[in-house]
Structures are given as C-alpha cells and as structure tokens.
Nanobody, 125 residues
Framework: QVQLVESGGGLVQAGGSLRLSCAASGRAFISYAMGWFRQAPGKEREFVAAISWSGGNTYYADSVKGRFTISRDNAKNTVYLQMNSLKPEDTAVYSC??????????????????WGQGTQVTVSS
C-alpha cells in the first residue's frame, strides 16, 4: 500500500509558477506509475499528468501540455509537478495518485488506486 501527501500549493498571480510535491510512503512506490489530477469547485476531476515508474514516459492533458512538467525522484519517494505560465482556469485542488498497473498513456480521470488529500492552487487574474 502507498500513502501520499501533497504540498506546495498556494496563491499565485497569472503567469506565475508553482511546484507541487507528492511524498509517498511504502517500498512499492518505485514500481508505481504516478500522476496528478485536479478538481475545481462544481467540476469533475480532471487528469493532468502521469509518469511511468522509471520516469522515462510522461503523459499530459492537452490543457497543460507545454506549461506543466511531471517528474519523479525515486530515491526520495517523491513526484513533482512543475507548473509554469499559470492561468486562472488552473485554479483547483490538485491531488496525486499512484497506480501499479496502468501505464501513463492510459491514464484518465478514473485512474489511480491510491490518493493523497490534495493541495489547493489558486491563480489570480
């Protein structure tokens, strides 16, 4: 089993940057694909990005492609989401997830077996 704790959210102006971190417990972390999702008030959960266990494969939603970068450090049991050129529509609670079987390119809004509690990202205009 994997436990996940996100950090790094906050308030930022449009055009700014934030880096989210997701710290995982459990020795199985290194074998899990990891990903980020977001959910804005009144909206459904949206897939953002996913990364393979090795970090060699990444996959992004079209809405964030070219602005967000997912990465991982298996030695630190941590996955990151670097968010640049933030827009007000990026405002949401961001959560990380772990999945032992689904490769990144197959992730969608329903993927993920283990979830963190989420961190709020607010982008002001």
């Amino acid at each position: 089993q994997v436990q996940l704790v996100e950090s790094g959210g906050g308030l930022v102006q449009a055009g700014g940057s934030l880096r989210l971190s997701c710290a995982a417990s459990g020795r199985a972390f290194i074998s899990y694909a990891m990903g980020w999702f977001r959910q804005a008030p009144g909206k459904e959960r949206e897939f953002v990005a996913a990364i393979s266990w090795s970090g060699g494969n990444t996959y992004y939603a079209d809405s964030v492609k070219g602005r967000f970068t997912i990465s991982r450090d298996n030695a630190k049991n941590t996955v990151y989401l670097q968010m640049n050129s933030l827009k007000p529509e990026d405002t949401a609670v961001y959560s990380c997830a772990a999945d032992p079987t689904t490769p990144p390119w197959r992730w969608n809004s329903r993927s993920g077996d283990y979830w963190g509690q989420g961190t709020q990202v607010t982008v002001s205009s």
